[in-house]
């Protein structure tokens, strides 16, 4: 029976697609919002990577929204697992891992930093330089289980970055009544100080989300621990 | 503006404070939720209350639309929004306790801010955004006992509602493809290419993921699990509030796009499926819980029957049922908290707390339609529909409807008779009427509401006609469109 239900699904869905395919206009899809924006986002936003100011100014409310399921899977995570105060079973690791990790640290650092802080300009922003960030944080508990991370400053962090987000877009309701506007100005397009708040923003998202995965790898890796 | 944007940003400001504030006081980050939840309701109840001539139209970040994000608050937004700042103050955990309060509270608030951007976003991607958070939040709110069932039933419903995730982005990702745009007036300003094939299968994916916080059969088995083992106040806040503002989105869509094609028929014809599932898994049940959960399912199933119906009475009438059953069933998941055992073992509870049973009576008077109460003036606006429709499928929803009422009224009024048994050693059930406050407001407004009917059907057909006018919708949003549309004879 529930076979039957399977092949009947997968069935249907593949003639869904089949028909789809001859209907759909690939390669020539209209474009009403996204030629709009290709047209004059570089000069109402003032970010070189339009990208960026698809995430962060025009459509900014989904940006909070995805930060705050990020936070929701988080918290709900650590509700789950608990917190009860780790003891790690792992041994730590050689020689190799723990220099090559305090090698990386640094490195992971700046990548991170530079990422998130040229979001405006180039491929990248506060989503991936927050991952790079959590790696680096990451990398040196992997090598030295015993020290972990300290879950308290992680939430401090996470909480203030994701209220320095909602700071910023509450800011712009009261100066110009329009939460999540673009202030300060946006400078010359290009440059590192252009495009308004939303460096600020980048790094409110590459903070928040760096601690939060920080916070998440190792509460699961502690998890682990406790169990075996 | 204001009620527009704070009542969603201010919950996630507090939900993303809570933990922070909670290592430096307990007292401070648990107060923190109830301020912001009031300071929403201050926000938006004068808007409800004496609701302005026109609706509240918000370009966030004054990104005209459709470019950036639109924010719409028409009576029926404002409504919802309200409801959901009001059953959140109901049902929020006052008394606390738990040792992981500040995440609990977290993602309390979180799930209020997602239900209130569901009930006034206009912009369909933003709408997703808000679903998936609304589902995440879940998530850790319906494991919150910890314990082994509870743990299965929110990975069964984790896996269905990813299903469902991926299946509504891929409906809007197709409906973006064909239109190239997200903002729902735009959508609705000219519906024609969405019309075809492809635009109904966009319609059918996104009634699938849509429908799967919905209850709509058949993504629905998550359903009884997850409320019978949850906390009770997270079933009655997800079976009550978040399932209504899933259909909302669904509404929303027939309205605007779809209300001239096959799609009405869909959901006419899903919708007597799931009432049928839904009433008969309700006769079978053996626990409290399980059968108000499949009751809610044959319910929502009636919602979809009354917004299959064409027009604004259609419109009219999915909205009564809806909120009867808002009201209702969050009510009755109230008295689940203490009732939570088998049916068997609540034999006689009517002995040591009579004030529950006489609610629990009330409640099922009006879920099976009995006049005068509010339950029999919605069923009635559905079957009345239906017989105005006039086709075999509409005939067919009647039939269902009156002979799922007769199942309803049998398991309902079984269970009454049950509670009324006389016996030796009766269950002791609730502590006091303070365990079951929620349910007693409830109750109350439910007979208020059946003493001044008339008023209520007014403003309810005041907020109906709102609703149902597409045009009406786009000129608010594009007034520019209106113009345009004027020039063309």
Known sequence: MRNLAAVLF???????????FFRLPLGAPPLVAGAAILEEGGETVGAANLVTAVLLAYRGMDTLGELSILFAAATAVGLVLGRRQLVVSDPEGGFILRAGSDLLFPLLLVVGLYVILHGHLTPGGGFQGGVILAAAFFVPVLARPRRGLDHGLLSFVEGLAGAAFIGIGLWA????????EPLLGKGVLGHLFSAGTLPLLSMAVGLKVGAELAGLMTSLMEAEGRES | MLPLILPVVLPLLAAFLVMPLARMSALIARALGPIVLTTSLVLLLPCCLDPPAQPLVLAIG?????????FYGDRLALLFANAVALFFLLFWDWRGGNPQQARQDALMLLLAASATGLAL??????LYVFYELAAVASFGLVSLSGTGPALVATVRYLLVSAFGSVLALAGIAL?????????LAQLGIDPEPLQGPAGLLAFGLMVIGFGVKAELFPLNYWVPEVYASAPARISALLAGLISKLAVLILLRLLVLVYGDTAAPQILLFLGILTIFFG????WRAQDFPRMIAFSSIGQLGLVFIAFSLSGSWGVLAGIAVALHHLLVKSALFGLAHRWSGSLQALTGSAQRTPLAAALFVLFALSLIGVPPLPG?????????????????????????????????????????????????????????FWEFLPSLLLGAALLAV???????????????????????YITQVFPQAAAHRKDQP
């Open chain 2, 279 to 282: 009433e008969f898994s309700a």
């Open chain 1, 173 to 180: 309701l009261f100066a110009r009544d329009a939460f999540l």
């Open chain 2, 62 to 70: 004054n990104f005209a639309p459709p470019l950036g994000i639109v």
């Open chain 2, 175 to 183: 409906l973006y493809l064909q239109t190239g745009t997200l903002n």
């Open chain 2, 121 to 126: 976003s206009g912009d369909l991607f933003n």
């Open chain 2, 450 to 472: 059946t003493l001044r009917i008339n008023p209520v059907a007014d403003r309810l057909r005041a907020i109906t006609q709102q609703a149902a006018d597409r045009s009406f």
């Open chain 2, 376 to 432: 029999f003036w919605t069923k009635i606006l559905v079957l009345a529909g239906l017989a105005q429709e006039g086709s075999a499928l509409a005939f067919t929803g009647l039939g269902a409807i009156l002979l799922v009422t007769a199942v309803e009224a049998h398991y309902l009024f079984r269970f009454a008779l049950q509670l009324y048994e006389k016996v030796e050693n009766a269950p002791a059930g609730f502590r006091s």
């Open chain 1, 10 to 20: 997968i069935g249907g869905l593949g003639f869904f697609l089949f028909v789809l």
